[in-house]
C-alpha cells in the first residue's frame, strides 16, 4: 500500500528546506507527498530576506479540501509563524483525526533569521506540542520552548527533553548537532518506553541547510512503513547523515548548502 505523507510548512526558493526538501525526503523514502503552504518566505543557503504569511483562513480552506478527499498517513508540521496558524492547524489534527503527526518547532533559520514571531511561542507550546506524537527540536528550540538557557552538553540534554515531554507531545526526538565532538548525539525520550541515545559519525560539511526540515520528514515518510517510532527516527537519522556525506557533491547557493536528498539515487 502506499503511503500518503502531508507536508504543513512554508516555502524555500532554493529547495533545500521547508516544502520543498520535505517532498524531496518524502520521494526518497517511498511516501507520496503532499502540501499545505504556511508562509511564502525569500531565502536562499545566505538567509532569510521577506516572510510572507499565508492568511490563516486560507491554510485553513487548504487543509479542509485537502483533507475531506485524501487520506493522511502521516503528518510533518514545519514553520507556523504565528499563533493564528497554529490555531488552525492545531484544529485540523483534531477535526480530521490525523494520525502519526511529527512536529518539527522551526522557529529560527540556519541563517539566525526568526521564523516564528515571539509572541506565538506560547501557542506553539500550549496547542500544538500536546497533540504531536513526536517533536524534533534542535538544542537552540528545545531552549526557546522551555525559556531556559541553551544545553551545553548530554546531561543537560536529557534534562531539557524531560521537561519539553512534560509539556504533552508523546515523543520528544532532541537532536544534539549544535554540541561539539567527533559524534553527533540525539535523544529519543517516549512516554511509554525507555530513553534511547541515537549516535552518528559527525560529517564535516558547511551544507547543512535544511537539515531539521528533512530529518522530521524523513521520520514521517517512514513511520507508516515501519512497526515503531523508535526504528523509523534510527532510520530517518542514517538517511540524514547519508545526505550530509554526499551534500558537497551538489553545487547550490554561495551559503550553507542543502543536503543531498536523493544521493542514493543520482548516478545509478
Not at 248 to 259: A, F, N, S, Y
Request: hydrophobic share 45%; glycine share 8%; charged share 20%.
Amino acid at each position: 500500500m502506499s503511503h500518503n505523507i502531508l507536508s504543513i510548512a512554508g516555502t524555500d526558493p532554493s529547495g533545500g528546506a521547508g516544502i520543498q526538501a520535505d517532498l524531496k525526503a518524502f520521494s526518497a523514502l517511498g511516501g507520496y507527498g503532499m502540501t499545505v503552504v504556511t508562509a511564502l518566505v525569500a531565502q536562499t543557503t545566505t538567509g532569510v530576506s521577506e516572510v510572507h504569511d499565508v492568511p490563516a483562513a486560507f491554510v485553513r480552506s487548504q487543509l479542509d479540501t485537502l483533507l475531506t478527499d485524501v487520506r493522511v498517513d502521516a503528518v510533518k508540521i514545519g514553520m507556523l509563524s504565528n499563533t493564528e496558524v497554529i490555531e488552525v492547524v492545531a484544529a485540523a489534527i483534531d477535526a480530521y483525526d490525523l494520525p502519526n503527526v511529527v512536529v518539527d518547532p522551526v522557529m529560527v533559520a540556519k541563517s539566525g533569521d526568526r521564523l516564528l514571531a515571539a509572541d506565538a511561542v506560547e501557542a506553539l507550546r500550549t496547542e500544538l506540542l500536546p497533540r504531536a506524537d513526536l517533536i524534533t527540536p534542535n538544542l537552540p528550540e528545545a531552549a526557546d520552548l522551555l525559556g531556559e538557557a541553551e544545553a551545553a552538553d548530554e546531561a543537560q540534554m536529557r534534562s531539557q527533553a524531560e521537561r519539553l515531554l512534560a509539556l504533552g507531545p508523546r515523543r520528544v526526538l532532541l537532536k544534539g548537532g549544535h554540541l561539539s565532538g567527533a559524534t553527533s548525539t540525539d535523544l529519543l525520550l517516549s512516554a511509554d518506553a525507555p530513553a534511547e541515545v541515537l549516535t552518528a559519525e559527525r560529517v564535516s560539511t558547511t551544507n547543512t541547510h535544511g537539515t531539521g526540515c528533512t530529518l522530521s520528514s524523513a521520520v514521517a515518510a517512514l513511520r507508516p512503513q515501519r512497526p515503531t517510532w523508535s526504528q523509523a527516527v534510527r532510520e530517518a537519522k542514517d538517511y540524514l547523515t547519508e545526505a550530509l556525506r554526499h551534500a558537497d557533491e551538489l553545487e547550490v547557493g554561495k551559503g550553507k548548502g542543502p543536503v543531498h536528498h536523493f544521493h542514493a539515487w543520482w548516478g545509478r
